[in-house]
């Protein structure tokens, strides 16, 4: 107990730090964000690799890029925390019938 504040140490990135015990919480989210499983469904390459490399340049893991339904369909029994989905895709507008599906197995899905 340091001032009479209730912390906790916790390690991150193998670095020692301590956390207030009302802070922890919010730093756990971070912290599990960061290592989320990302899916990304955009038919335009260009900008999906574009968003991939900045994901993966702040430290997220992209398991994947979809362009349309079928691709997107091959990513819904794997383990994925956000979904970044375009609504207008190759196939049309399919993309809320995908935010739908994902969000109904507990996937964040973030129209774009």
Do not use: W
Request: glycine share 8%.
């Amino acid at each position: 107990m340091v001032a009479g504040l209730r912390l906790i140490f916790v390690e991150l990135n193998g670095t020692p730090i301590a956390v207030r015990r009302s802070s922890f919480r919010k730093l756990y989210r971070a912290v599990a964000i960061m290592t989320a499983n990302i899916l990304i469904v955009e038919d335009e390459f260009l900008i999906a690799c574009e968003m991939q490399g900045i994901l993966e340049d702040n430290g997220y893991h992209c398991v994947g890029i979809a362009a349309d339904l079928p691709d997107a369909a091959r990513y819904f029994e794997e383990p994925l925390d956000v979904a970044f989905v375009d609504l207008n895709l190759r196939d049309g507008l399919t993309g809320p019938e995908i935010g739908k599906r994902l969000s109904s197995s507990g996937v964040r899905v973030i129209f774009i």
